[in-house]
């Protein structure tokens, strides 16, 4: 009988632990809840563990200007996250938040690529 007990309550301690898992808050995933708190400064890092890691990125250095010094010229990079037919923008300059957007995946495409 003790030894039902104990199991018992093992199972119940398991079953609680997966359930806290699994009930965090979204942590890590591509929610609005999540995209809410992206701040202004904020790192790559910051962001992903928000968000979780990006679905693409794209690195926008290849409109910087034909020239020998461009050290001037910030680092610019756009994160994308997918949430269903949701998208999550987040735009990076020197690796720290400068800008972000969300909206249908169709019309953020579109903005994407400047299309009006």
């Known amino acids: 009988m003790q030894r ?11 079953l609680v632990c997966a359930l806290s898992a699994g009930c965090s808050g979204g942590k890590g995933k591509p929610t609005k809840a ?7 400064g904020m790192s790559v890092q910051q962001v ?7 679905k693409t990125s794209l690195d926008m250095s290849h409109l910087s200007p034909k020239s ?3 050290s001037w010229i910030p680092k610019a990079v756009i994160y994308v ?5 949701t998208d999550y923008h987040v735009n ?3 690796d720290k938040v400068k800008a972000k957007d969300m909206g249908p995946r169709e019309e953020m495409r579109k903005k994407a690529v400047g299309a009006k």
């Open 92 to 94: 990076f300059y020197d």
């Open 68 to 70: 020998k010094d461009v």
């Open 81 to 85: 996250w997918e949430d269903g037919e």
């Open 34 to 40: 999540n995209f809410d708190k992206i701040m202004d």
């Open 48 to 54: 992903e563990e928000l968000m979780g890691p990006a």
């Open 4 to 14: 039902i007990t104990y199991s018992f309550r093992l199972a119940v301690v398991a």
